[in-house]
């Protein structure tokens, strides 16, 4: 199997969520505060969700929240951040 054929296919399928308007979010190395940030998102993104975990509960725009979404290989943000239209989970749980 291909790596990046797979990638690329998966990524045609996700749809992409807003952030948080007015917000700069943290993106993090794994579902948690307690991971380290690798990069920060600009304020007004669009977002891919590949799947969710639960983690380090988190108080944002949109609630309070232990879920993480993942946007990016090793990359995760805090739903309490993302408008999903859902307090729940809408993606399947990380493996």
């Known amino acids: 199997m291909v790596l990046g054929a797979s990638t690329t296919a998966d990524a045609a399928t996700v749809k992409t969520y807003p952030t ?4 700069r979010i943290n993106v993090r190395s794994g579902p948690g505060t ?6 920060v998102l ?3 993104t669009r ?9 380090t509960t ?5 609630g309070t ?3 993480w979404d993942n946007i990016d290989n090793g990359e995760y943000v805090s739903d309490a951040y993302v408008q999903t239209g859902s307090d729940g989970y809408i993606a399947s749980r990380c493996a």
Request: proline share 10%.
């Open 65 to 67: 929240t232990n879920i």
């Open 34 to 39: 307690n991971y380290s940030i690798i990069r």
């Open 42 to 44: 600009v304020e007004n």
């Open 58 to 62: 988190v108080t944002g725009t949109y």
């Open 47 to 55: 977002v891919p969700i590949f799947c969710q975990t639960p983690g």
């Open 20 to 23: 948080a308007p007015g917000v």
